[in-house]
């Protein structure tokens, strides 16, 4: 029975080829591999690959072409928020001279907004705006000048808001001043107004320094010379009680 069995089952059979002898059984993993020559489908177009057809090995009309279209997109991104941020801070420029001094702030705000992340990849303005860390492309200098001045601009005329008001918050004039001195050192208006806000702020060392560097820009201006003025005043009377407190802890 057994011996039967043997001699009846299927027999192998090998395959001759003509020139290179017996060829080897291919596993179901060589035979795909063979009907579907594709070096790799991991890249795709939204993730910043290759397109299929050219994974393929083929032109896929254009493949290549993503990263153009995705730099481009990005200019067009950054040139957008440019101009938004230039219209903000120009109608708050209007709302200023209406003496719609909150409407003003909120303006400029929304133009400084538009701004975050616009700035450089490449790190050269020291902004603390980094919103299109994506992108590949860099601002144009004429780019860089604008959000430069625009934001120049918003920080300084945000002060001239801030110090119309009834309770001035003069810690966030003190921030927003040092911020446009920090891109334009000469600034004028941002040295007077940084002294005013250290002189309210009670350290009146920094403010004389501060209204120090606006005489040397404006020698004449009243306004600079009064705050000089009752800044060394301060600054006497301050003195002198710490001279009497001496004395007296000597005594």
Do not use: W
């Amino acid at each position: 029975m057994h011996s039967t069995l043997l001699r009846s089952s299927p027999t192998k059979h090998t395959f001759v080829s003509e020139h290179h002898g017996p060829l080897q059984p291919l596993s179901l993993r060589d035979m795909e591999a063979k009907q579907h020559p594709i070096k790799s489908l991991k890249s795709y177009p939204e993730t910043g690959g290759r397109s299929l057809a050219a994974a393929a090995g083929g032109d896929g009309g254009g493949g290549g072409s993503g990263g153009g279209y995705r730099a481009g997109s990005a200019e067009m991104e950054m040139e957008t928020k440019i101009q938004k941020a230039i219209d903000f801070k120009a109608e708050g420029h209007r709302c200023y001279k209406e003496k719609k001094f909150r409407e003003a702030i909120g303006k400029y705000h929304r133009a400084l907004l538009q701004l975050k992340g616009v700035h450089v990849v490449d790190g050269t303005t020291g902004s603390e705006v980094n919103l299109l860390n994506q992108a590949a492309a860099k601002l144009t200098e004429e780019q860089r000048r604008a959000v430069e001045s625009t934001e120049i601009e918003c920080y300084d005329s945000l002060t001239a808001c801030l110090l119309q008001s009834e309770l001035v918050n003069y810690e966030r004039v003190k921030e927003y001043c040092l911020k446009v001195l920090s891109h334009q050192r000469d600034h004028f208006k941002a040295m007077y107004r940084a002294g005013i806000a250290f002189y309210h702020l009670g350290d009146y060392e920094c403010a004389l320094r501060y209204l120090r560097d606006a005489k040397n820009r404006e020698p004449t201006d009243t306004n600079v010379l009064r705050y000089i003025q009752l800044t060394e005043m301060k600054m006497s009377k301050s003195g002198q009680r710490e001279r009497e407190s001496g004395k007296e802890t000597q005594g």
